[in-house]
T-cell receptor, first 111, second 115 residues
Framework: GDSVTQMEGPVTLSEEAFLTINCTYTATGYPSLFWYVQYPGEGLQLLLKATKADDKGSNKGFEATYRKETTSFHLEKGSVQVSDSAVYFC??????????FGAGTRLTVKP | GAVVSQHPSRVICKSGTSVKIECRSLDFQATTMFWYRQFPKQSLMLMATSNEGSKATYEQGVEKDKFLINHASLTLSTLTVTSAHPEDSSFYICSGVGEPGNTIYFGEGSWLTVV
């Protein structure tokens, strides 16, 4: 079935370091891909999304490119801040039906 | 823009009692709503798909008699955890599908603690 596999955490970085969180997917159709962020004690927030191959989603300095050839949607940010500390979820959706989430990656950024 | 509101955000109930969580779509009509559960340090798992005016579709392993879902209108779906046990303590979050472009919007989530 459709599924998402993302890099296991936790990930600990120093402020201004480069971030990559890997995400690959398996899908029978043509999924839309998403990254959600969950700050401590809060619900999910959509960070960015891409709906077709080669699309690049970007928001708040984060970006991810929908790579059909490698079935990947890796999340990157050039310079992380302490405020980026959160859990990041990669997810897919076929025809905007239910979401399939990855296991989540906890990021801690230290000053 | 479209918003999904969940209530209550936090609830503590005694073991054996029932608790209801509401999920409302604001400014849009959600024919379909989804309910997820997230245990500590784990990912979100789909529990059920709720369609307005019909019975919910439950994922394998989710007890439909324990987790009652009612989607009585295009803007409201409710999840009732019946005869709650401490192991039902979890983060429950709903989402609704709305415009533009059939976008999926998530509620803020509800933290349930059963004592």
């Amino acid at each position: 079935g459709d599924s998402v596999t993302q890099m296991e955490g936790p990930v600990t970085l120093s402020e201004e370091a480069f971030l990559t969180i890997n995400c690959t997917y398996t899908a029978t159709g043509y999924p839309s891909l998403f990254w959600y962020v969950q700050y401590p004690g809060e619900g999910l927030q959509l960070l960015l999304k891409a709906t077709k191959a080669d699309d690049k989603g970007s928001n708040k300095g984060f970006e991810a490119t929908y790579r059909k050839e490698t079935t990947s949607f890796h999340l990157e940010k050039g310079s992380v801040q302490v405020s980026d500390s959160a859990v990041y979820f990669c997810a897919l959706s076929i025809n905007n039906n239910d979401m399939r989430f990855g296991a989540g990656t906890r990021l801690t950024v230290k000053p | 823009g479209a918003v999904v509101s969940q209530h209550p955000s936090r609830v503590i109930c005694k073991s054996g009692t029932s608790v209801k969580i509401e999920c409302r779509s604001l400014d849009f009509q959600a024919t379909t709503m989804f309910w997820y559960r997230q245990f500590p340090k784990q990912s979100l798992m789909l529990m059920a798909t709720s369609n307005e005016g019909s019975k919910a579709t439950y994922e394998q392993g989710v007890e439909k008699d324990k987790f009652l879902i009612n989607h009585a209108s295009l803007t409201l779906s409710t999840l009732t955890v019946t005869s709650a046990h401490p192991e039902d303590s979890s983060f429950y979050i709903c989402s609704g599908v709305g415009e533009p472009g059939n976008t999926i919007y998530f509620g803020e989530g509800s933290w349930l603690t059963v004592v």
